[in-house]
């Protein structure tokens, strides 16, 4: 029986070393056959160890490369397999960190697909059991919004809350928690026994997990992803 939790696994650097690097560095050359057959292999591999990070990696890389080629259909298909297996994790710097040709592709799906009648024909033909096209839609939108481009959340599932873009520290968690509850900078610094700038700090890094950019932003976030 297929268990989820069985494939959430810490490791370091799974999905990156040097065959991402070179992946990268062929498709901004144009070698996208190169990075293809690269790819390929990889996920072959990657498939069998039962690594869906480094899957949910290079299946990003694999649309960027087809996207690079002018096959726009196969690119949107490999993205949504990417989509599909990072729902459940909610991993949303995965695919931010392709940078804006990522950021773009998916920004193309969300306009042509208007919903979810693009996404759900990949969701049915992956190997992996998937959360379902809304999920994956709902996703996409958050990378999107992580990403700057879309302002507004999606709506959650019945049952579910947004979670920041990485999880807060034991600090962060404690700073977010003062901060909803009216402190200022000067007194979260003296209840924690830290200076101001700690503070400044602090809040600049919980920003960026929440993608907001104020205070006000920061607390209404907290209170939707049922941080505090």
């Avoid at 696994?9 to 999905?15: Q, R």
């Avoid at 040709?101 to 009648?117: H, I, K, P, T, Y």
């Avoid at 962060?172 to 009216?182: K, P, V």
């Avoid at 402190?183 to 700690?198: C, G, H, K, P, Q």
Wanted: aromatic share 4%; glycine share 6%.
């Amino acid at each position: 029986m297929f268990r989820a939790d069985s494939l959430w696994v810490p490791f370091s650097e799974a999905a990156e070393g040097d065959l991402v690097g070179c992946v990268r560095l062929d498709i901004a050359d144009g070698r996208c056959d190169r990075a293809l057959d690269r790819l390929h292999r990889a996920l072959t591999d990657a498939a069998d160890r039962r690594r869906v990070r480094r899957q949910i990696k290079l299946r990003i890389l694999e649309a960027l490369a087809y996207r690079a080629q002018g096959e726009d259909n196969t690119a949107r298909r490999a993205m949504q397999k990417a989509l599909s297996l990072a729902a459940p994790g909610g991993f949303i710097r995965t695919f931010i960190e392709e940078g804006d040709a990522a950021v773009q592709l998916l920004r193309d799906m969300s306009e042509v697909s208007s919903g979810l009648n693009v996404i759900a024909p990949a969701a049915e033909r992956c190997d992996h059991a998937t959360p379902g096209a809304e999920r994956m839609h709902n996703l996409m939108h958050r990378i999107l919004r992580g990403a700057g481009i879309e302002r507004a959340q999606s709506a959650p599932l019945e049952g579910e809350s947004f979670q920041p873009l990485e999880a807060l520290t034991e600090r962060e968690q404690q700073i977010l928690t003062l901060l909803a509850n009216g402190a200022s900078n000067r007194a979260m610094a003296e209840a924690i026994f830290v200076s101001e700038n700690t503070i400044k700090f602090h809040l600049k890094n919980i920003y960026s997990k929440l993608a907001v950019s104020s205070r006000a932003q920061a607390i209404n976030a907290a209170h939707q992803m049922g941080l505090v």
